[in-house]
């Protein structure tokens, strides 16, 4: 059960009106990493939660905060457009700097929202479920909540420094601090799951006697130039650095098409480098010679 408290978490209310940071400011409720996004996935983080207790609640505890951040945004979003396109759009287009700002309005947050906020990001791409991450395992899932919180507090950075409106960064600010302590709760959660021994480094600590013991401590050298063997992770991580990898497979060719498909198809053709082309390009200089 959720409840609504008819109060703002935080202020948002911007000096004045400006339709062309409304638009901007839609990327931090719609976008990839915006509060949407985050929402939805501490929402089916927690409901797909199988243990009761300490980590759950911590999620549900985020998730409906981050409902809050959406009304949030979505309030500034339309104060920004008060009086916009009509009055304000009219005092604006005076100064001809303005006028050409005024092409960066979103119209559908007139003609579709009525002058508010929509669930898109600043492109006017509507919201994707595809964004969230929920997979029941609580270590990937919190790797992959650190990351949402580091990209949403980037962007957030980067719409902080294009505006000067005060009421507008007042809210920023708020958010910046709140993306920070998302980023530690989560970091700190994951190293809960390990004590709890929950979880391990490895996501999921499952199958690593199965899998191919050759091949999960080393690093392939697909790079120009040696700086990739300088890092940390072949020293203290113990991971071997392989300067010359080689293939271990044959050649990547595609079956015959079906017919029906009329796919471009010539059996007798063999793609340069292939093992067939190199060991005809072999036989014919043996001829040759």
């Given at each position: 059960m959720f409840r609504h408290t008819k109060l703002l978490q935080f202020e948002a209310k911007p000096e004045k009106p400006d339709a062309v940071y409304a638009h901007k400011l839609q990327e931090l409720i719609g976008g990839?990493?915006?509060?949407?996004?985050?929402?939805?996935?501490y929402l089916f983080q927690g409901w797909n939660c199988r243990i009761e207790g300490k980590y759950k609640d911590l999620i549900?505890?985020?998730?409906?905060?981050?409902?809050?951040?959406?009304?949030?945004?979505?309030?500034?979003?339309?104060?920004?457009?008060?009086?916009?396109?009509?009055?304000?759009?009219?005092?604006?287009?005076?100064?001809?700097?303005?006028?050409?700002?005024?092409?960066g309005m979103d119209v559908q947050q007139t003609i579709v929202a009525g002058g508010g906020a929509l669930p898109a990001d600043s492109n006017g791409t509507p919201w994707n479920g595809k964004y969230i991450v929920a997979s029941g395992n609580l270590l990937a899932d919190f790797r992959a909540?650190?990351?949402?919180?580091?990209?949403?507090?980037?962007?957030?950075?980067?719409?902080?420094?294009?505006?000067?409106?005060?009421?507008?960064?007042?809210?920023?600010?708020?958010?910046?601090?709140?993306?920070t302590?998302?980023?530690k709760q989560w970091l700190a959660?994951?190293?809960?799951?390990k004590a709890d021994g929950l979880e391990d480094e490895i996501a999921p600590n499952a199958l690593l006697d199965e899998e191919d013991q050759k091949h999960n401590n080393t690093i392939w050298h697909l790079s120009d130039g040696?700086?990739?063997?300088?890092?940390?992770?072949?020293?203290?991580?113990?991971?071997?650095?392989?300067?010359?990898?080689?293939?271990?497979?044959?050649p990547g060719?595609?079956?015959?098409?079906?017919?029906?498909?009329y796919g471009t198809y010539a059996p007798l053709q063999d793609a340069k480098g292939?093992?067939?082309?190199?060991?005809?390009?072999?036989?014919?200089k043996t001829k040759k010679g």
């Open positions: 990839a990493f915006g509060e949407m996004s985050v929402t939805m996935q549900m505890d985020t998730a409906t905060e981050e409902i809050g951040h959406v009304e949030m945004l979505a309030t500034m979003v339309a104060r920004l457009l008060e009086g916009a396109p009509a009055t304000a759009t009219a005092a604006a287009v005076k100064d001809p700097v303005m006028a050409a700002m005024i092409g909540n650190v990351a949402a919180e580091a990209q949403g507090r980037l962007q957030t950075a980067r719409l902080y420094n294009m505006t000067d409106d005060p009421g507008v960064k007042a809210m920023l600010q708020f958010n910046l601090a709140r993306d302590v998302h980023q959660a994951i190293e809960e799951l040696p700086d990739g063997a300088k890092g940390g992770w072949t020293t203290e991580a113990g991971i071997e650095y392989l300067m010359d990898p080689e293939p271990l497979g044959g060719t595609a079956p015959k098409p079906d017919p029906a498909l292939t093992v067939k082309g190199k060991v005809k390009a072999a036989k014919a």
